[in-house]
């Protein structure tokens, strides 16, 4: 089946402007300007898209949010993408920039926005000069800039580049840091809808998210609604990594079960080596690890409520059956110990012990009263932080703990047969 | 001549984007460092100056955003990613091989100033570890060879540049001025 987001697989050089017209591109900003902005946000309401970035809010009624007729409005597209194991939106920003740059005029459009900022993070760096090319090329066929396609709409967009800080993708640290402050977290409200960059009203979305706009008004909502299932509609962008024969992203319709996803040739095609599966993290080092029972779960933003844990923004990882959770758990604690922003007590101290520990019962010190410590500091974080990477930090942790307990009591009595991923 | 005269033109185009100047700083602290190599008191001031800020909230910035460099560092930094994913195929016995190759550990540079090497999180390439960044570039599906492959590269690169404002140079006078020199390494 063609793509819908990953185009570029399909239709070589869509990057360029020329190619991207050649294949329909920008005919979906043409017909929006056509409509009222509040016709525009209905359309993307009724196709049930929900945010890409992980949290999974109702794009259209996110940009309902912003206040009607506010006079200074910010859209800024969240390109931070830093969660362990994801990768797509670089993909979509270097080999097709423009369906994203038109799925953000059209958001401009619907909330009145007149500025749009593309934050990046600072490692983008071949990414983001494909998505600069691409944005000079809009200026230069006024696609950007005064009276776009000839109509009333004005729209400016820069390019941003973060500088290496996970956090900057939490939304309002994003915002802080797009505003020249440390990236750090505000507390909600106030919502960005409300008052965001600048202290003005400001949507923020993710790029997937924005990238599957185009579509949506060039098809309509029922064309849309028809992929995947009620609660979770359209397509996906799947990140795919670990212990599998072909990881990358696959672009599936939602509803595709992870076991399909991870043997299937046309996906995954298995595990190296003929090896068994253990365990998966379906949303990077976010999200709880589940274990071979959740395989037949459909990827959607409900499918694995049963299972204790979230699909997130679907980047999937892998692990053989030769795997320590242990060493898991420690490589995940220490990513939220180095990217946790400070602002809070619960997670910048909780975060520092939770990997003491972790170090200290993976290398054989630990004891019994270790592991009850590092269940009660886990416990201490949860649900008391400012941010949801707070309580990102202990899925990990308590979830290897749940799945796995016999190999946190083997390092403890110092009888582990597993030694990290050696 | 200093980065605020080098970039005069850039500097304007980047304050121009925003319509408050203090959201240039970022850019204008990845074009200092650009220019000198780290973030150099020089680099702070001059950015501050720049832009009316106070210089210790340029400080706080470099000290909370990893990308910015408060030590100099190896005219090619080599951050390897070792991060889950990637290790999960082979990317911390990928960092132990470049380490001895190059007769380093970690955050430590090479003697003739030309290579450092930094372990960082995921950098969004997971599906082609082991990978590194050398000065932000991305060098995927890497493995020994490869990896020789990449150092011959950039040793010719090098040499036919002939290192300008030698990098041994900075970091030995950063050292004299009673810095501490984590950086200069030969573990
Ligand atoms: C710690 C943390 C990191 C996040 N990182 C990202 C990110 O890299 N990219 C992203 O789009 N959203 C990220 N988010 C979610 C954003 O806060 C926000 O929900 C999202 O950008 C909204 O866009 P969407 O509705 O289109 O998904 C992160 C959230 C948290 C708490
Ligand atoms: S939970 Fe952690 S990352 Fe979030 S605001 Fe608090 S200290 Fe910062
Ligand atoms: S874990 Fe290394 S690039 Fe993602």
């Known amino acids: ?422 | 001549m200093t980065f605020t005269e080098k970039y005069a033109a850039e500097i304007e185009g980047i304050i121009a984007r925003f319509p408050h100047k203090k959201s240039a700083v970022l850019p204008l602290m990845h074009l200092a460092q650009h220019y000198y190599g780290y973030m150099s008191d020089d680099a702070m001031r001059e950015v501050a100056a720049i832009l009316d800020l106070d210089p210790t909230h340029i400080l706080s910035l470099a000290g909370f955003y990893t990308l910015y460099y408060e030590e100099p560092v190896g005219k090619y930094v080599l951050e390897i990613c070792n991060d889950l994913a990637c290790a999960l195929r082979g990317a911390d016995q990928f960092v132990e091989m470049a380490c001895n190759k190059l007769e380093v550990g970690v955050d430590e540079t090479t003697a003739d100033g030309l290579f450092t090497i930094k372990t960082v999180m995921c950098l969004a390439a997971c599906d082609r570890a082991p990978m590194l960044q050398c000065n932000l570039k991305f060098e995927e599906h890497l493995d020994e060879a490869k990896f020789d492959a990449l150092l011959a590269r950039l040793r010719e690169q090098a040499a036919a540049e002939t290192i300008e404002t030698s990098v041994v140079e900075k970091i030995t006078a950063y050292a004299k001025s009673g810095n501490q020199v984590s950086v200069i390494g030969n573990r």
């Open chain 1, 1 to 422: 089946m063609a793509h819908i987001l990953l185009r570029h697989r399909d239709i070589e050089n869509i990057k360029k402007l020329d190619v991207y017209r050649q294949h329909g591109g920008y005919e979906a900003l043409k017909k929006a300007l056509t409509m009222t902005p509040a016709e525009v946000t209905n359309v993307v309401k009724a196709s049930g898209l929900r945010g890409r970035g992980g949290a999974g809010f109702p794009t259209g009624l996110k940009w309902t949010f912003i206040p009607k007729g506010a006079q200074e409005v910010y859209v800024t597209i969240n390109s931070d993408e830093s969660e362990m194991g994801t990768f797509k939106d670089r993909e979509l920003l270097e080999y097709n920039p423009h369906q994203v740059i038109e799925g953000a005029l059209i958001c401009a459009y619907a909330v009145g926005a007149k500025r749009i900022y593309n934050y990046m993070r600072g490692e983008f760096m071949d990414a983001g000069y494909a998505f600069e090319e691409a944005v000079q090329e809009c200026y230069a066929a006024g696609l950007l800039g005064e009276n776009i396609l000839g109509s009333d709409f004005s729209c400016d967009m820069a390019p941003y580049y973060g500088a290496g800080a996970y956090i900057c993708g939490e939304e309002t640290a994003l915002l802080n840091s797009l505003m020249g402050e440390l990236g750090q977290p505000w507390s909600k409200p106030p919502f960005p809808a409300i008052e965001g960059l600048y202290h003005k009203p400001t949507v923020v979305n993710n790029t997937e998210t924005l990238a599957n706009v185009p579509a949506i008004i060039s098809n309509g909502a029922d064309w849309y609604k028809s992929m995947g299932t009620e609660k979770s509609t359209g397509p996906k962008i799947v990140c795919l990594s670990g212990h599998v024969n072909k990881p990358g992203n696959y672009e599936v319709i939602m509803g595709l079960t992870y076991r399909e996803l991870i043997y299937d040739e046309q996906y995954g095609g298995g595990i190296p080596g003929g090896k068994k599966f253990k365990a998966m993290l379906p949303s990077g080092g976010s999200g709880p690890v589940v274990k071979e029972d959740a395989l037949d779960a459909p990827i959607t933003y409900e499918g694995l409520d049963k299972f204790g844990s979230v699909m997130g923004s679907a980047s999937v990882v892998i692990m053989d059956e030769t795997t320590d959770m242990v060493w898991m758990a420690m490589k995940c604690v220490h990513f939220f110990k180095h990217e946790s922003c400070g602002k809070c007590t619960p997670c910048r101290e909780g975060t520092y012990w939770m990997d003491q520990l972790l170090h200290k019962i993976y290398h054989g010190h630990g004891t019994a009263e270790d592991l009850r410590v590092l269940k009660s500091v886990a416990g201490q974080i949860g649900g008391r932080t400012l941010c949801a990477l707070g309580d990102f930090a202990i899925n990990p942790v308590l979830s290897t703990i749940r799945h796995f307990p016999e190999e946190y009591e083997a390092k403890v009595k110092g009888n582990s047969p597993l030694n990290g991923n050696r």
